[in-house]
């Protein structure tokens, strides 16, 4: 199957400082990637829909200037949380889809970051 | 009302028997829909997809669609203790053409040995 790998697996930065998480598509083309946020015991949610080589589409309440996404190639994309707080500690999921029409549906999922803010 | 509903749980079922895992949306033109299992601390796996309304089945598991009834199942059979995750329930809405997916708050599950 598809994989997508995602760096750092986890991170611990002091507060005001900036983390950059990368998302690659190992063996295939992600026109689109996807970043979403999970807090403990919550589901994920959307913070944005990255799209290659054009600027990311942020969700309703997400801050654009404060998280990052640059989507270079059909196969990384990174998130920076730029002057981080403890409040922005979380679990950082990327995923990515296919481009080849016929695998367009399937979202594959790295394998998460965990950022601590202390 | 949220897009994508689950009930939170926990579900507890024993080992060996059926699990069945419910999930609700509201956009009524959705188009596909989603199973993930995700471990704690582990990012979701995919479990099952399905399309069109019926059953589709996959080894032990079972989606089931109801379009009509803006309503998606997950059955389990033979639940192992290792089966014991938290489901998230997932869903494309028809008004988005990236194919984003909106993720219920999922239901956790507890197979007893």
């Known amino acids: 199957g598809a994989v997508v790998s995602q760096h750092p697996s986890w991170v611990i930065c002091k507060s005001g400082t900036s983390v950059k998480i990368e998302c690659r598509s190992l063996?295939?083309?992600?026109?689109?990637m996807f970043w979403y946020r999970q807090f403990p015991k919550q589901s994920l949610m959307l913070m944005a829909t990255?799209?290659?080589?054009?600027?990311?589409?942020?969700e309703q309440g997400v801050e654009k200037d404060k998280f990052l996404i640059n989507h270079a190639s059909l196969t990384l994309s990174t998130l920076t949380v730029t002057s981080a707080h403890p409040e922005d500690s979380s679990f950082y999921i990327c995923?990515?889809?296919?481009?080849?029409?016929?695998?367009?549906?399937?979202?594959?999922f790295g394998q998460g970051t965990r950022l601590t803010v202390v | 009302q949220k897009e994508v509903e689950q009930n939170s749980g926990p579900l507890s079922v024993p080992e060996g028997a059926i699990a069945s895992l419910n999930c609700t949306y509201s956009?009524?033109?959705?188009?596909?829909f989603f199973w993930y299992r995700q471990y704690s601390g582990k990012s979701p796996e995919l479990i099952m997809f399905?399309?069109?309304?019926g059953d589709k089945e996959d080894g032990r598991f079972t989606a089931q669609l109801n379009k009509a009834s803006q309503y998606v199942s997950l059955l389990i059979r033979d639940s192992q203790p290792s089966d014991s995750a938290t489901y998230l329930c997932?869903?494309?809405?028809?008004?988005?053409?990236?194919?984003?997916?909106?993720f219920g708050s999922g239901t956790r599950l507890l197979v007893r040995p």
């Open positions: 997932a869903v494309n809405p028809a008004w988005d053409s990236s194919y984003k997916l909106i």
């Open positions: 995923s990515a889809r296919d481009r080849q029409v016929f695998r367009n549906t399937e979202a594959f």
């Open positions: 990255s799209n290659e080589g054009s600027k990311a589409t942020y």
């Open positions: 063996d295939f083309q992600a026109t689109t």
């Open positions: 399905i399309y069109s309304n």
């Open positions: 956009d009524r033109g959705s188009q596909s």
